[in-house]
């Protein structure tokens, strides 16, 4: 069982450059996320998918695009990237966006932006 | 915005028992999760409390406190392995998680 596997592990990228944080998971969840993790601040909501062809807006948004072209996959780009911008970014999904529906997590991408 | 408070850090003995605490001021209630992350990893699903009271799963119990918005994980008979950062998260009326900056505990042999 996969579940969700995001890819790269790691990355160090130049500031100003392009990045696209691949997600996909193989549960045929509804729901999608992606949150990025600070020290000392927690995991952050940047967007959400409640079912395909639907985006949102979370918490910290800024810089960040989705798209769901479909259930399975849920890239997130950096258009340009910035330093403020390394942390480690994990995607999430759950079966619907109701209120007892546990978000499962990928393993995370490591991004440092330099 | 939302407000999620727990300790940064807390240290215990293997074989001992931790409480760790969280409260919340958020924009309406829909339920607590805890989460557990090791270091470097996911993090993965403990439990989830929507009523007031406590949820035991094993050596694992979740308490909640909605009038006092306040809740607890308790850890029992510490092993080393539960050595990891434990972290709250909230469901408030937009239906999405807020977490708290999250627990390390480290347990000591």
């Known amino acids: 069982i996969a579940g969700i596997t995001q890819a790269p592990t790691s990355q160090i990228l130049a500031a100003g450059r392009r990045m696209t944080l691949r997600c996909t998971q193989d549960?045929?969840?509804?729901?999608m996320y992606w949150y990025r993790q600070d020290l000392g601040l927690g995991l952050r909501l940047i967007h959400y998918?409640?079912?395909?062809?639907?985006?949102g807006k979370g918490e910290v948004p800024d810089g960040y695009s989705v798209s769901r072209a479909n259930t399975d996959d849920f890239p997130l780009t950096l258009a340009s990237a910035v330093p403020s911008q390394t942390s480690v970014y994990f995607c999430?999904?759950?079966?619907?966006?109701?209120?007892?529906?546990?978000?499962?997590f990928g393993p995370g991408t490591r991004l440092t932006v330099l | 915005g939302q407000n999620i408070d727990q300790p940064t850090e807390m240290t215990a003995t293997e074989g001992a028992i931790v409480q760790i605490n969280c409260t919340y001021q958020?924009?309406?209630?829909?339920?607590l999760f805890w989460y557990q992350q090791h270091a470097g990893e996911a993090p993965t699903f403990l439990s989830y409390?929507?009523?007031?009271g406590l949820e035991e799963k094993g050596r694992f119990s979740s308490f909640l406190s909605r009038s006092k918005g306040y809740s607890y994980l308790l850890l029992k008979e510490l092993q080393m392995k539960d050595s990891a950062s434990y972290l709250c998260?909230?469901?408030?009326?937009?239906?999405?998680?807020?977490f708290g900056a999250g627990t390390t505990v480290t347990v000591r042999a």
């Open positions: 958020t924009s309406g209630f829909n339920g």
């Open positions: 409390n929507v009523l007031d």
């Open positions: 549960m045929r969840h509804n729901a």
């Open positions: 998260a909230v469901i408030s009326n937009d239906y999405k998680l807020s």
């Open positions: 998918s409640n079912t395909a062809g639907t985006t």
């Open positions: 999430a999904s759950s079966d619907g966006a109701g209120v007892t529906d546990t978000q499962y």
